[in-house]
């Protein structure tokens, strides 16, 4: 069974700091891996999404990268604001039992301090 | 497109009583997923329909809770009889067609279940 786990699962950060987000997952097989962004008592945003066969992906001042090896995401912010503070989550897409499954981490909440 | 919907936004029951939760999934999207997020075991997928179909429903609990689709345009989850361990927050979500799970999921606003 695919687990997926988020350390730290707090984090606070100063302003304008760079930061890294990360997240381990135990099978490799995996189709992809998403990050999504969730606010309190909100549904959940996805960031990005990086398939099996790539190293990385980049949207604004967000940088998601995938080591299927080491079985290890991780997601990088760069001049972090206040208005990135959120929980941040990972989830992997994989197939099992011919039915995919889709595993969430428990994520890492983010506190952008201004 | 208003997103995905889901109804009602919070819901209080007590223990016993049916729960009915509501989901309007975006316009073309051929895949439906139910999720369930506790303090204690995160976000969990319940169960998933392609075009109208359950494909998985593996994740679901006990026989309390089912899941329909009796279009493309709306699902239930149904929890009968509630207990307050099933308190939490029940999240729909939808993907377009073709890519399904192995792609971009949209996620509904929730809703926040109490059973007392």
């Known amino acids: 069974k695919q687990e997926v786990t988020q350390i730290p699962a707090a984090l606070s950060v100063p302003e304008g700091e760079n930061l890294v987000l990360n997240c381990s997952f135990t099978?490799?097989?995996?189709?992809?891996l998403q990050w999504f962004r969730q606010d309190p008592g909100k549904g959940l945003t996805s960031l990005l999404l990086?398939?099996?066969?790539?190293r990385e992906q980049t949207s604004g001042r967000l940088n998601a990268s995938l080591d299927k090896s080491s079985g290890r995401s991780t997601l990088y912010i760069a001049a972090s604001q206040p208005g990135d503070s959120a929980t941040y989550l990972c989830?992997?897409?994989?197939?099992?039992?011919?039915?995919?499954?889709?595993?969430f981490g428990k994520g890492t909440k983010l506190s952008v301090i201004p | 497109d208003a997103g995905v919907i889901q109804s009602p936004r919070h819901e209080v029951t007590e223990m016993g009583q049916e729960v009915t939760l509501r989901c309007k999934p975006i316009s073309g999207h051929d895949y439906l997923f139910w999720y369930r997020q506790t303090m204690m075991r995160g976000l969990e997928l319940l169960i998933y329909f392609n075009n109208n179909v359950p494909i998985d429903d593996s994740g679901m609990p006990e026989d309390r809770f089912s899941a329909k689709m009796p279009n493309a345009s709306f699902s239930t989850l149904k929890i009968q009889p509630s207990e307050p361990r099933d308190s939490a927050v029940y999240f729909c979500a939808s993907s377009p067609l073709g890519q399904g799970v192995s792609n971009e999921q949209f996620f509904g606003p929730g809703t926040r279940l109490t059973v007392l």
């Open positions: 990086i398939q099996s066969s790539q």
């Open positions: 989830a992997s897409t994989y197939s099992g039992a011919g039915s995919y499954q889709l595993t």
């Open positions: 099978d490799s097989a995996i189709y992809n």
